[in-house]
């Protein structure tokens, strides 16, 4: 019978065990790590809207592709092509980084599907599994899984963003504003948490049983047709899982900071001012490093367990709620079906 306590743990001596899994963790957590939770706190925000509709309306006073602009990029160059040509540069070492911070990101989500799945299957919680062998994966099923998450980011951002628009009004109309902002809520909200989920069963699809992208996307929604319940009880045990891991790491991080603290404050009273920004400056280093080496260990558990459990479908698994239905009810829903 499957168990969630199982499949947890055995994620979890999964992700404690293999400890190179944790430097994927690091960058697909740029994509995955908290899907759920951020779509319910950015509707609930009424800064999702306003970030929204003022970066489109810089981005459309920009100017950015009228005649003027490139006008001036060629007078610039004109007059300073020295200084011209270390700007560009410079844009041109950004966009690059900005692409491998991307690459990295879909590869380390690929891979971290793909090697989790590896040692599940191998029923040992150390398998022969690599980053190496991550990589190639990640290489092998980039473009799919890019556009899977391209898709998704852009459906569920827009989704999220009409959820939170009447916030932006509610200081003219309360009433109306809070009607509509409801509505929307129940309609809208379901279905981008639902697309999130969806979205993981494809990339499984993609990466371990080598569908394209088009073939993945309605075998996930089969699938998760099949086992949206379950789906649903899932992303709430790990969203239950990242609330207590977020605070003991916040709780963490405060205890580590505290003799920095300390030793800042003796440094300003006892030398210099500058004595005491390299003790601030050495702490934030600190706590930083220490808080993305957890959220690392946090995203690998999470892509893990996601996996684990894209293992046990099909083969007839019940969640909790189903178990605790009555069998008249089962049979009215399936004859519903």
């Known amino acids: 019978m499957f168990s969630y306590r199982k499949m947890l743990l055995q994620t979890l001596r999964i992700t404690l065990k293999n400890k190179y ?4 963790g690091l960058f697909a957590s740029l994509l995955s790590i908290g899907a759920e939770y951020q779509i319910l706190t950015r509707a609930m925000s009424r800064s999702a809207s306003w970030n929204w509709l003022y970066s489109w309306e810089r981005f459309l006073n920009s100017g950015l592709f009228s005649q003027e602009f490139f006008s001036r ?3 610039s160059f004109g007059r300073s092509p020295f200084l011209m040509s270390l700007v560009l540069a410079i844009g041109l070492i950004i966009v690059a980084a900005f692409l491998l911070l991307i690459w990295l990101a879909v590869v380390s989500q690929i891979a971290l599907v793909n090697n989790s799945y590896q040692i599940i299957k191998s029923k040992k919680d150390i398998a022969d599994s690599s980053l190496h062998s ?3 994966a990640g290489a092998k099923n980039f473009w799919s899984v890019l556009w899977l998450n391209l898709v ?5 951002n827009i989704l999220v963003v009409l959820v939170s628009l009447p916030l932006i009004f509610v200081i003219w109309n309360r009433t109306f504003s809070a009607i509509i902002y409801i509505i929307l809520f129940i309609l809208l909200i379901p279905l981008a948490v639902g697309l999130s ?3 993981k069963y494809a990339i499984a699809f993609v990466v371990l049983k080598n569908k394209k992208f088009k073939v993945a996307l309605k075998s996930a929604w089969t699938l998760f047709m099949q086992n949206w319940i379950i789906s649903l009880e899932m992303s709430f045990v790990l969203f239950a899982i990242s609330f207590v891991a977020t605070f003991v790491i916040l709780t963490l991080s405060l205890v580590l ?3 920095f603290f300390f ?4 440094l300003l009273s006892a030398f210099t001012s500058l004595a005491f920004w390299s003790a601030v400056i050495l702490g934030v280093i600190i706590v930083t490093i220490f808080i993305i080496f957890c959220g690392s260990i946090l995203s690998t558990f999470q892509a893990a367990a996601w996996t684990n459990l894209f293992n046990h479908l099909g083969r007839g698994v019940e969640s909790r709620i189903e178990r605790w ?3 008249n009810v089962k049979t009215a829903t399936i004859n519903f079906k």
Do not use: R
Not at 21 to 24: P, T
Not at 152 to 156: E, H, L, V
């Open 152 to 156: 998704s980011k852009i459906i569920i």
């Open 134 to 136: 991550g990589i190639l």
């Open 197 to 199: 989920l969806l979205i």
């Open 73 to 75: 990029i060629f007078d």
């Open 263 to 266: 030793l800042a404050m003796i």
């Open 21 to 24: 899994l944790w430097f994927f």
């Open 325 to 327: 239905t009555p069998e």
């Open 257 to 259: 900071a505290l003799p």
